[in-house]
């Protein structure tokens, strides 16, 4: 996961980053971007860099909040369904191939339209970070798989933020 540690080291040495968990906690698996950035926003707490955003409520709601920061690097934390891939696995990839990895979160509208739309006003760099998920049925439990990507994600920040921060 070399890709994932340097993602996240360019993310917390960035001068503005925000970072945005997007799902629905009510449908399982959907709910590990929310999860996340609840994590993360306690761990990161204190850098003035980087801001964490929970998404609970389609990713077109908090256009406001980057329109308003500006940032010039956003990563997004969400559940993906990758044709053939396992639950938990870890997909990083930029906006452009988005439509290679479809988010199967409530989002009202489509987040490559959205991200389209920021990325032509705000000129910044977009990171996705997708985790395989394996059950999204409403009112279900989080899968196993996709809980330890989440520690493992978690952890990677948690290790990088040793390296840097301190």
């Known amino acids: 996961m070399e890709v994932l540690i340097k993602v996240v080291e360019g993310l917390l040495r960035s001068e503005n980053a925000v970072i945005v968990g997007v799902g629905n906690i009510l449908r399982g698996d959907d709910g590990i971007g929310i999860l996340i950035a609840k994590k993360l926003r306690k761990l ?5 860099n980087v801001r964490v955003v929970v998404c609970e409520a389609g990713f077109e709601n908090v256009t406001h909040i980057l329109m308003r920061r500006r940032p010039r690097h956003l990563l997004i934390i969400d559940a993906v369904y990758v044709e053939g891939g396992r ?3 870890i997909y990083v990839f930029t906006a452009d191939e988005l439509m290679m990895y479809p988010s199967i979160t409530t989002h009202h509208l489509p987040l490559k339209l959205v991200l389209d739309y920021l990325v032509s006003h705000l000129r910044m760099e977009v990171i996705i970070v997708g985790v395989q998920a ?3 049925e409403l009112g279900g439990r989080m899968s ?3 809980l330890n990507a989440g520690k493992h994600i978690v952890n990677i920040f948690q290790e990088a933020t040793t390296r840097y921060i301190l």
Do not use: C, H
């Open 144 to 146: 196993r798989e996709v």
């Open 87 to 89: 639950p938990g696995s």
């Open 44 to 48: 990161l707490r204190g850098m003035r």
């Open 134 to 136: 394996k059950n999204i």
